[in-house]
């Protein structure tokens, strides 16, 4: 029969045993890289923590939207740039146009480089990013205009939508990520108009004016 042990010698190997957990722990720790392994390992904690994993994961994910708002807004700006350049252009030829020196013959040439000048504003305002028109509005499936050739060339009213997409900060204000393509390229003022400029000066051209 076994002598059962003495109290201090019971507490030496509690001890002991206490210590082989933690050393454990320790290591399990370490290799996995997680300091709490199961919900036992600090009970009062698992609230701070699931919210904790909430917050991440919402971080993450206004990251990866914000990367893809990024891509969006590079885009819709080297397109107004490539319209900007084009209705330089559509100036020059104005410009030219007017003087005195210019025959008929010569304004019917500045009138046919102007229908490509409308087509590249045209192109520029399809601009897209993983399938969206970014000048649609929310009517993003479908081109916000189309050319149409003539004659005279003419330009479709605008077919898509107002635009209400917003997208949520780091902070967790809301702002808008982008604007109607009505609002950049067409206006109820004609002087503010850029298709009806285009076309007007693609008229007085033809005309000789």
């Known amino acids: 029969m076994m002598n059962p042990l003495d109290p201090r010698d019971r507490r030496f190997l509690n001890d002991l045993n206490r ?3 933690r050393v454990q722990n320790a290591q399990n720790q370490l290799s996995s890289g997680k300091k709490l392994l199961k919900v036992s ?3 009062d904690r698992v609230s701070d923590l699931l919210n ?3 917050a991440l994961s919402s971080t ?3 990251k990866s939207n914000l990367g893809m708002l990024k891509a969006e807004a590079d885009t819709a700006e080297q397109s107004i740039s490539d319209a900007i350049r084009a209705m330089e ?3 020059v030829l104005g410009a030219q146009g007017v003087t005195g020196t210019q025959t008929a013959e010569t304004r019917l040439a500045f009138k046919a480089e102007l229908e490509g000048v409308i087509q590249q504003v ?8 993983n399938g969206r028109y970014l000048f649609s509005g929310d009517t993003d499936s479908q081109f916000p205009f189309s050319y149409v050739p003539g004659p005279p060339p003419s330009v479709t009213s605008y077919a898509g939508s107002p635009a ?15 604007l109607a393509g009505d609002s950049i390229f067409q206006n109820s003022d004609p002087a503010r108009d850029v298709f009806a400029g285009l076309l007007a000066l693609h008229a007085a051209l033809t005309a000789n004016d």
């Open 52 to 54: 904790a994993r909430a």
């Open 41 to 43: 390992d600090a009970p």
């Open 164 to 178: 209400t997409r917003m997208a949520i900060d780091p902070s967790g204000q809301t702002f808008s990520v982008s």
């Open 89 to 91: 252009r559509a100036r």
């Open 122 to 129: 045209v192109a520029a305002t399809r601009a897209s990013v």
């Open 19 to 21: 210590i082989h957990d």
């Open 60 to 62: 993450s994910q206004i």
